[in-house]
């Protein structure tokens, strides 16, 4: 699972608009007294004596909140206060020998000592008021996007009303189509910014939501680590792009439920969590382990409702926005994957195929130029004519790409420059093609 690098989205508005306000008491966090206790606790256990400024950076947590918190934790002599100054900026905190035997104790139900959590009631408000049904999409804004691409206009006009109706949206086609190339780069028609939270507190349990394979922060908008009691954005939010998240063969139906770590004792997010107000691709649907029927019933309901049933490993179940664009991306045919009722939840089927000879030497021709290949009339024309008509291979968007690239690594193992030459190109492409 991973956000494509170098796709970047198009945002507009005021980046800060959607960061809350920090807040400026224990009660505006929504979190529970006893909980930020035990968590200054097992922060303290893991990075020892640490200045007031640290322990704001670190929790994101504003000094007006932590100042009770460590106030009762010294009065019940969890810790106390070493290199005493007249100024808050050089005054620390250390556990005492009770503090620590505590913090062993809080760490038996969770080692989690990050950044403060947020309330599950605020993650929820949250993902609906950045909701991916408020972005636009416009076809300016599709051919920016995809310049330079080799798409016909009829399927960038499908991809782009697909992106507005904020519904799943099912893309097939033959293998080595550019079906997963095209998807991926639909990240650069997302607009506007998200905020993500590092972590969400459900019932005193912890689910880390913050990626930073997925989530693309757009600039250090939290301003952690300040002792200014004035009120700010709060940090325990993260101003990213809207996240891309891609998973293929390897997605089970496990991966779809929280990941709970018996040796730290919280949780992770799954793909679909992390997706939120983004793009969630699957990839080369009908490959996984488990069967695609399978694999589609698990969505029927967060395509049909807009949200997704967790539970926790305590029996606790609860609810979660979906507010996701799912891409399914296949070689096989949808009729042949799923149901009639699983399809009409699909919003859009968008088939990518064969390429027309124009569209093959467009593609052909940026792939030479891109590596510094002479291109050649003479030299295409013979891939076309003779190697594709005579092998009874279709024209396919992976196949310039996959055949110049053979071209190239053979002239340079050769000492030699690369060119479109017949005995090169016949070599990249009996090389390249399986035999039997």
């Not at 680590?225 to 891609?246: A, K, N, T």
């Amino acid at each position: 699972m991973f956000n494509p690098d170098g796709l970047e989205s198009h945002n507009s508005g005021s980046s800060q608009e959607l960061l809350p306000k920090a807040p400026q008491s224990v009660k505006e966090t929504e979190l529970d007294f006893l909980f930020l206790v035990e968590l200054l606790c097992k922060t303290l256990f893991f990075h020892g004596q640490m200045r007031l400024v640290e322990l704001v950076s670190h929790t994101k947590l504003s000094i007006s909140v932590l100042e009770p918190l460590l106030a009762f934790m010294r009065t019940e002599q969890l810790c106390e206060v070493s290199g005493r100054s007249d100024t808050e900026a050089t005054i620390a905190f250390n556990l005492t020998d009770v503090g620590r035997s505590r913090a062993q104790t809080f760490l038996q139900k969770s080692h989690y000592a990050g950044p403060a959590p947020v309330s599950l009631v605020s993650y929820i408000d949250m993902v609906h008021k950045q909701s991916v049904s408020g972005m636009k999409i416009t076809k300016e804004l599709v051919a920016e996007g995809f310049e330079g691409f080799v798409l016909r206009q009829s399927t960038l006009d499908q991809f782009g009303a697909a992106m507005n109706s904020g519904r799943a949206i099912f893309v097939y086609g033959p293998a080595g189509s550019g079906k997963t190339y095209v998807s991926e780069h639909l990240a650069t028609l997302l607009t506007g910014y998200t905020a993500i939270p590092h972590a969400v507190e459900i019932n005193g349990e912890v689910v880390q939501i913050f990626d930073p394979l997925v989530h693309k922060p757009v600039s250090n908008t939290g301003a952690a680590g300040s002792l200014d009691r004035g009120v700010r954005h709060d940090p325990r939010w993260v101003l990213c792009q809207r996240p891309v998240v891609i998973t293929g063969g390897e997605l089970t139906l496990s991966m779809l439920d929280l990941e709970f770590d018996q040796n730290t004792r919280f949780y992770q997010a799954p793909p679909q969590v992390k997706a939120n107000n983004g793009l969630l691709i699957i990839d080369d649907l009908g490959r996984q382990l488990v069967s695609p029927q399978t694999l589609m019933n698990r969505w029927i309901v967060p395509l049909d409702r807009k949200v997704d049933y967790l539970a926790l490993h305590t029996g606790t179940k609860f609810m979660v926005p979906f507010d996701v664009i799912v891409i399914f991306s296949s070689n096989i045919p949808p009729s042949q994957l799923a149901d009639e009722a699983f399809l009409r939840r699909l919003g859009y089927k968008i088939y990518i195929g064969e390429l027309h000879e124009n569209e093959y030497r467009s593609i052909f021709e940026q792939n030479c130029n891109r590596m510094n290949i002479p291109f050649s009339e003479a030299g295409l024309r013979f891939v076309i004519d003779q190697l594709h008509a005579k092998h009874d291979k279709p024209l396919l968007a992976c196949i310039p790409r996959d055949l110049l690239e053979q071209v190239r690594d053979f002239a340079f193992y050769q000492g030699v420059e690369p060119e479109l030459s017949e005995k090169m190109l016949s070599w990249a492409w009996e090389n390249y093609y399986t035999r039997g």
